[in-house]
């Protein structure tokens, strides 16, 4: 299907773009358009202007800043841009070895084409509850970086998934970067479920671990994929495997509640039950790898 006719623009800076969204009352931004371009197609939303952000410097890019106020982790910080690629993230050595639960869940990420199209933004202020970064951006506290016609503000991912693709961006403002806190000394690992390549992840749990004098988790972070409207963080059993040993049974049992309070879809590829019932069993795998990685 061809998408309604729509104003089209191309900003070169966020100024630019914010003045954009600020003279429209139905404009849409455009990042990899791995997720818009489709709704598009199907006219299931058709907005008056897209305002496209892939051309704006400031919004590409890998960076260190000091580590500080809520992102202090011992290792200062990651600043990631919000229109910086996939496969931007795959290809460095930093993602890789301080933030590596983020890479293991890009590296799963739909196929070579969308990766190096989609954007780590472009699926956070989407916020698919079925997209891989959101629980990743939970369990590494990640702080979303947004700016608007008042100046930049940063939200702890904890308070950014408020609904079913709704964020705390507002219809005026910008998602310009995202921070993640790094924590030298930590294992992760992303667990994720699919029943054919390249689809969306049926459930996905990603795990941080920090040990003890390498035998008892000393503190644990867990993030829910497609368990919810919005991306999860099990609390619960985050506390719960504090000072257990990283055996089998042991996490096995901190990892049974750990779809307490959620609640999952009930679709083609399994329903809710089945889901919860994933959901604890990959807790384990991935609580299990984290800890042997830490």
């Keep these: 299907m061809i998408p309604a006719p729509f104003e089209y623009a191309r900003p070169t800076s966020v100024d630019e773009a914010l003045g954009l969204l600020a003279g429209s009352d139905d404009a849409k931004v455009i990042a ?164 054919t390549a390249q689809q969306w992840p049926i459930v996905a749990v990603g795990a941080c671990v920090h040990m003890a004098d390498g035998k008892t988790i000393s503190a644990a972070r867990i993030g829910l994929t497609n368990m919810g409207p919005t991306p999860l963080r099990a609390r619960a059993v985050e506390e719960a495997l504090v000072g257990v040993e990283p055996t089998a049974q042991a996490v096995g049992a901190a990892c049974a509640a750990v779809a307490d309070g959620t609640s999952p879809p009930s679709d083609l590829n399994g329903d809710a039950d089945y889901r919860r019932h994933l959901a604890t069993v990959l807790a384990r795998r991935a609580v299990l790898a984290a800890a042997g990685a830490a």
Excluded at 54 to 75: E, N, Q, S, W, Y
């Design 32 to 195: 990899g358009g791995q997720s818009l371009l489709p709704v598009l197609r199907m006219r299931l939303n058709a907005p008056e202007l897209v305002v496209d952000i892939g051309r704006i410097p400031a919004l590409h890019g890998i960076r260190d800043v000091a580590g500080g106020g809520a992102v202090a982790g011992g290792g200062g910080a990651i600043e990631i841009g919000a229109m910086t690629p996939y496969h931007e993230l795959l290809a460095s050595d930093e993602i890789r070895t301080e933030l590596g639960l983020l890479h293991d869940a890009v590296a799963s990420v739909g196929d070579p084409q969308i990766r190096h199209r989609g954007t780590l933004g472009g699926s956070l202020a989407h916020a698919d509850p079925a997209g891989d970064c959101g629980a990743v951006a939970l369990a590494l506290e990640a702080e979303m970086v947004i700016a608007g016609p008042a100046g930049e503000r940063v939200v702890p991912a904890a308070d950014f998934f408020q609904d079913l693709f709704t964020t705390a961006v507002g219809e005026d403002e910008l998602l310009v970067a995202v921070r993640f806190p790094v924590h030298p000394g930590w294992g992760s690992r992303y667990e994720k479920f699919v029943r």
